[in-house]
């Protein structure tokens, strides 16, 4: 496909997918001026765009759209759900149509005359002033195109003038101190633009212009295939897998030659899987984009009043978990909204607000992502679960006398579970909470509910932050090793006759007395039908010899113990699914290949839960476990060294960035600073205050590498001693520098140390001069390309690169002059005419009275009319080029830099 | 490993196969089947498999699922202590070692010495058989790896 076109497609895409959720905000909030100038603005650049690709049905739609938004934005027409409506529709046909586009790249055959036509007659009929503009909006017909193009101009300068002082309001929020010229008058005459100067697709993170941080993130990045993130991740998956097979080998050589350079080759394993990990997350959010516009719809549809809170959007998971979860999530959510809100005259009877809430929310927590979807609705009515359960013959009525309520709500995760009374187009057709429930612990998540009758229930979901690579526990079990993966690994036992921990039985059954409660227990070897090969004792016997150790395992509420003959460590493994003729054992969920090159078998949990029957759910047991959880959050790794003196010393070790070693030969002076080369710059190092200097020329000493914005510090000390987990209590403050007081740790008193003290030591005396000198240097041609348009930046930053310029992009205006004001130069700057907030008018009258007023802007548009440039001239651009005359670009490029020369 | 049919010498190998003893039995699979050729290397047990499934082995980084051609054939097992060695193919992107007692020579074979499976042989070996080569000394039973391969379908056989 032509690229411009896929572009065009993944940038409209992702308009349309913010419209739907501006809309949705707009009909809360019908007054909102920002909100509509937003959604003018995005369906604006839809319009423009493709009637600069000549996709005239497409355009046709949008026209008639934008016309409605540009009356409802100016008050000539009012915010009413028909009208919202009717938006809305207008924004499927649109998705139709790119649909239609993306399959075959060209339009497909179409009337879009009735919609067009009750879009018209929303915007004039409902017009509350019925003025002349009426007579200049024909009725968009694909034919007219060329009347249309110009007639619109007369139409957009009005709505162009409110847009830029809408979003000049913003950007002065924003950036106070930035001297926006809040001057929209002199613009109204030059507004007049074509659609295709709008037709730089705004990316949907820039809908809100106060969000100027968030979108710069958003914009600094690149479109890269999946696959070719897949086929990385799979590689740096063999290379730990390598790096391990490695690592284990060195541990049986006491001294190796290799054991620098392995480290070396180990944290920078680390580093690549940790960044490749990174560049498959998306945020969460992205699977949310459609909820907002599915509860609207819904909340029309029930006839109810529903409120959507997203909280924790931003929370970063990876893209395939996030694939898996996306339909689980809608179906939730939807579920919450059917059966879980009351209808509207219930809650008033109940005294319940009218507006039922349902909150999505996400987070970090412990290597887990965990996500709840709550609402204050009605709560699962138990009673009709029981009665159900019963019915079912999922349990008999006797057992479920024993269970507690929680208990029994879980069996709503049971397949051909509803409890909505009716069967509604939404939900209730008994499709449900099974699979939502397979398809969350396919990924090895897992899902509980709490819900109080009356008040409301809750769906808690923890999910593995990426499936590629897990952490597991390496066990044995008759001579033979399995993995299981940690994320269900509550805590170990050890049972042994001796021990207060020992395993008793009821008739054939293993038990454990676990802190008062019993815990069911399974046999792996009996699970797996293993030959015990090595002993001839009788079992009773070897329940007694051996000492047996137990894996605590949770699976949803369901806790039991695996019972294994030897526990070694754990290790970080890839999980590669089993031949398809191993697929059926439903105890093992992959295979993998541990670090001394042999294959294990990944063990199940889920699997071996729903072998052994999962109805003995004990709730106390998970109550206990999340207790483990919290205890084990407040402590914190310390990573204990030495230096000067006795007194042990230790540092977060969140706060060290990687831990190396330098060869004292290679320490070079700069003044009377230490540094070291170290990844291709030159890092200061530090000794710890009065500790002795290092006497001897050569040896290697370890270093602590702190990083602080990019820029490493090294502190360099006597010995590394461990990495503990403890309870940080720093009880006194230090007294002198880089101190932040002492702590017990590990019995001692230890001295924890304050690197905020070093980065300054670090950042006074050598960044500064460092930066300085780099600048005075940098004789390359720098140029700096002011585009709101991710799309012309990625067209033209390649572009330049290859031409040998250096080039920096920034999305704004104002981030432009945020460089200026940070100090940095540029030999020549290229900056787009129309964008939201500061145009390049604007822009270029700015730096006049700043640093770079001697700096040459080229202008960049669509339009290069003699008025636009002879409006260019007079601002002070030093040329005007067209935005897609790439020659032309270059030779203004040069050209300009050459008279600066000249000049000079 | 050539998937053209031709070698770098430009040989047709289409009529090329990998001879293997199984019970005193000559077996044969196409050569460009064949991945590589292992001695008896270091297989873990795959508990609750089907008795065929001789385990797991790691091939350079790839996991390879070890499938026992003697018991797949409904032959009696292997009695003796010789090891026996393994020949790697590919089927559906993953790997499969097959454990026979022996590796013979690649031969070339001459397609009008080619024959259909007799009627009389034996239905296990017969569902994996294409048919038999007339050998100057012995007779060879071309196996089709694909079938020997689809579990789905022999379980529902």
């Known amino acids: ?904 | 490993m050539t998937q053209t049919g031709q070698d770098m010498t430009g040989t047709d190998l289409s009529n090329d196969f990998v001879t293997f003893w199984i019970a005193e039995q000559l077996f044969g699979i196409h050569v460009l089947k064949v991945q590589d050729i292992l001695a008896q290397s270091k297989t873990t047990p795959v508990p609750l498999a089907p008795p065929e499934i001789a385990g797991s082995l790691n091939l350079r980084g790839r996991i390879v699922t070890s499938v026992d051609v003697r018991c797949r054939l409904g032959l009696p097992p292997d009695t003796s202590e010789g090891g026996g060695t393994s020949i790697v193919v590919e089927q559906d992107h993953d790997l499969y070692s097959l454990l026979v007692d022996s590796v013979g020579e690649v031969l070339t074979l001459a397609a009008d010495s080619f024959e259909p499976n007799p009627p009389t042989l034996s239905p296990a070996i017969r569902q994996y058989a294409t048919g038999i080569y007339r050998l100057e000394k012995e007779l060879l039973v071309v196996l089709d790896v694909d079938r020997l391969l689809d579990y789905g379908r022999s379980a529902a056989a």
């Open chain 1, 1 to 904: 496909m032509d690229d411009l076109l896929a572009e065009f497609l993944t940038e409209s895409n992702e308009g349309l997918q913010v419209l739907d959720n501006e809309l949705v905000k707009l009909e809360q909030n019908p007054n909102d001026p920002e909100l509509l100038s937003n959604i003018f603005r995005l369906m604006h650049t839809i319009k423009g765009t493709c009637g600069f690709l000549g996709l005239p049905r497409l355009e046709g739609v949008a026209h008639a759209g934008e016309n409605v938004l540009g009356r409802l934005r100016d008050g000539e027409i009012t915010v009413s759900p028909e009208i919202v409506s009717l938006i809305l529709e207008c924004l499927d046909r649109i998705r139709e149509i790119l649909a239609a586009l993306e399959a075959t790249e060209s339009e497909p055959e179409g009337d879009d005359a009735d919609l067009i036509a009750r879009l018209n007659a929303a915007a004039e009929g409902k017009a509350s002033a019925p003025e002349a503009p009426a007579a200049d909006e024909p009725a968009p017909e694909p034919v007219e195109m060329v009347s249309e193009e110009e007639s619109q101009p007369g139409d957009a300068s009005e709505p162009e003038a409110v847009e830029t002082e809408a979003a000049a309001e913003a950007t002065v929020e924003a950036a106070p101190e930035s001297e926006a010229p809040v001057e929209p008058t002199p613009e109204t005459p030059e507004a007049p633009k074509p659609a295709a100067s709008d037709a730089p697709p705004a990316p949907a993170a820039k809908a809100e212009a106060k969000a100027t941080k968030e979108s710069a993130v958003a914009n600094q990045s690149i479109r890269v295939n999946v696959d070719l993130l897949e086929d990385l991740m799979t590689m740096v998956s063999e290379l730990v897998l390598t790096r391990n097979q490695l690592l284990q080998i060195l541990r049986t050589q006491k001294e190796s030659e290799f054991g620098g350079p392995l480290q070396r080759l180990n944290h920078v394993v680390s580093e690549l899987q940790e960044g490749v990990m990174k560049t498959r997350m998306q945020p969460i959010g992205n699977a949310w984009a459609k909820l907002p516009r599915l509860v609207r719809d819904l909340s029309h549809e029930l006839g109810k009043k529903i409120e959507l809170e997203m909280r924790g959007a931003d929370t970063e998971l990876d893209r395939q978990v996030l694939d898996l979860i996306k339909d689980p999530l809608t179906h939730m959510v939807r579920n919450s909204a059917d059966h879980g809100l009351e209808r509207t005259e219930d809650r008033v009877s109940t005294g319940k607000s009218e507006t039922g809430t349902i909150v999505l929310e996400a987070y970090h927590e412990g290597g887990q992502i965990i996500i709840k979807i709550s609402d204050d609705g009605r709560g699962i009515n138990v009673d009709r679960v029981k009665e159900k359960a019963i019915v079912n013959g999922l349990a008999t009525e006797a057992e479920m006398e024993m269970l507690s309520d929680q208990q029994i709500n879980q069996f709503i995760f049971k397949p051909g579970f509803s409890t909505a009374e009716a069967v509604t187009a939404v939900s209730g057709r008994g499709v449900g909470m099974d699979v939502v429930r397979t398809n969350i612990e396919k990924i090895g998540g897992t899902i509980e509910l709490t819900s109080t009758q009356g008040e409301g229930s809750c769906f808690t979901i923890k999910i593995p932050l990426t499936l590629a690579i897990v952490s597991a526990l390496i066990v044995a079990c008759a001579g033979e090793r399995f993995a299981i993966p940690q994320l269900s690994v509550v805590e170990l036992v050890r049972a042994s006759g001796a021990s207060e921990h020992s395993i008793e039985r009821i008739q054939d059954t293993p038990v454990l007395r676990l802190r008062d409660r019993l815990l069911p227990l399974v046999h792996l070897r009996d699970l797996l039908h293993l030959e015990n090969d090595f002993t001839e004792l009788t079992e009773e016997q070897e329940d007694v010899r051996r000492d047996d150790f137990i894996v605590v395992t949770q699976v949803a509420n369901y806790s039991f113990g695996i019972i294994v003959d030897r526990v070694f460590d754990t290790e970080e493994i890839v999980v590669k699914p089993v031949a398809p003729i191993l697929r059926e054992i439903s105890l093992f969920s992959g295979n993998t290949i541990l670090g001394d090159g042999s294959v294990v078998m990944i063990l199940d949990p889920n699997g071996i839960a729903s072998v052994t029957g999962e109805i003995n759910v004990t709730d106390k047991a998970e109550e206990d476990a999340q207790q483990e959880v919290a205890h084990a959050e407040d402590r914190v790794a310390m990573l204990l060294f030495r230096a000067e003196g006795n007194t042990p010393k230790a540092v977060p070790l969140s706060l060290v960035a990687r831990l190396e070693e330098v060869d004292l030969a290679q320490v070079e002076a700069s003044g009377d600073q230490r540094v070291v080369q170290y990844r291709g710059q030159l890092m200061p190092l530090f000794t710890m205050e009065g500790s002795e200097e290092p006497t001897s020329e050569s040896g290697r000493r370890p270093v602590l590498v702190f990083s602080e914005q990019g820029r490493n510090l090294g502190l360099m000390v006597n010995e590394i001693v461990d990495i503990i987990e403890t309870p940080l209590n720093v009880e006194l403050s230090g007294e002198s520098d880089g101190f932040v007081g002492s702590a017990i740790i590990n019995d001692a008193a230890t001295e924890v140390i304050d690197v905020g003290y070093y980065v300054n030591l670090a950042f006074d005396d050598w960044f500064g001069a460092g930066r300085q000198a780099t600048a005075d240097a940098g004789n390359g041609r720098r140029v700096l390309l002011v585009d709101d348009s991710a799309f012309f930046r990625n067209l033209l930053s390649p572009l330049l690169d290859v031409a040998g310029y250096q080039v920096t992009t920034v999305e704004s205006a104002v981030e432009a002059l945020q460089l200026c004001e940070e100090g940095r130069d540029f030999d020549v700057i290229i900056s787009d005419i129309e964008m939201p907030g500061m145009s390049g008018y604007d822009l270029c009258e700015a730096l006049k009275t700043k640093r770079w007023a001697e700096t040459p802007i080229v202008a960049l548009s669509a339009h290069s009319s003699p008025g636009d440039i002879a409006r260019g001239r007079e601002v002070g651009f030093a040329d005007y080029v067209a935005k897609f005359d790439r020659d032309a670009l270059l030779s203004s490029l040069d050209e300009t830099l050459a008279e600066m020369r000249g000049a000079a």
